[in-house]
């Protein structure tokens, strides 16, 4: 079964893929390996910002893991992420149609137009469909970048399709 969830010998929901299959296990080293890199390559803080940080770190890591703490993960709360998956019904799903005509179509009525809160991104709904501005690209990629950190795998189990026109 390609891009599906199948049972297994343990009777264990397994994801596959062209590839290889995926189970949870699978998906923590990964989780790790983004953890990593955004620890390494994100912009450096305000210097008040590390001291209280490095300071609230020091009570709670090993003194190797102080400046990684707050990225690295260490143990997964495999509670948190079944009760995540749980909420992810097709009555909540969105389905984003990105289109280079949105943002002219809108012109002439902007009262159509909502905004997502956080980061007031424009949209309309249509029916069971969201359209979203080619110019809030980089405002949508950073909001699924944040829901891809909160729930690393969900993509593979929960399909959103992002298509541009």
Known sequence: MNGGLEGNN?????????CHKHTFATYLPEYQMVKTANFLYTEPEEAEDTVVNLANMLHLVKCEHVYSGY??????????????LKLMTPNRAAIFFLSSTFASSVKDD???LEHEP?????????GMLINISLH?????LIL????????PFAVHFYRVRL???
């Open 10 to 18: 343990n009777g264990e929901r397994v994801h596959t893929n062209h």
């Open 71 to 84: 990225r690295l993960l260490k143990k997964p709360n495999i509670e948190l992420y079944i009760d995540l």
């Open 110 to 112: 902007e009262s159509r």
């Open 118 to 126: 956080w980061f007031n991104v424009a949209y309309q709904k249509e």
């Open 136 to 140: 809030d690209r980089c405002s949508l």
């Open 144 to 151: 699924i970048m944040v829901m891809m950190t909160v729930i």
């Open 163 to 165: 298509m541009v026109t």
